[in-house]
């Protein structure tokens, strides 16, 4: 699929919150590359979307990470 940057609103254990111009339908599966706390290596993981908010500067996508 296609990569694309977009801007962090929110990581907890559980998921990410991020503000995108694409569009992403709830149950879509992402791929998810996110800076590591120390900065130096990055971390990759899988997610699902599972929901959507509309806001002026885009969308705001919840996405909840995939164990394993």
């Given at each position: 699929?296609?990569?694309?940057?977009?801007q962090?609103?929110?990581?907890?254990?559980?998921?990410?919150?991020?503000?995108?111009?694409?569009?992403?339908?709830?149950?879509?599966?992402?791929?998810?590359?996110?800076?590591?706390?120390?900065?130096?290596?990055?971390t990759?993981?899988?997610?699902?979307?599972?929901?959507?908010?509309?806001?002026?500067?885009?969308?705001?996508?919840?996405?909840?990470?995939?164990?394993?």
């Amino acid at each position: 699929g296609e990569s694309e940057t977009a801007q962090t609103l929110d990581v907890s254990k559980g998921g990410v919150r991020f503000l995108s111009k694409r569009t992403y339908q709830v149950g879509d599966p992402v791929y998810l590359t996110l800076p590591s706390a120390d900065k130096t290596t990055p971390t990759e993981t899988r997610g699902c979307v599972v929901r959507a908010e509309l806001s002026q500067r885009g969308t705001a996508y919840g996405v909840r990470f995939e164990k394993g």
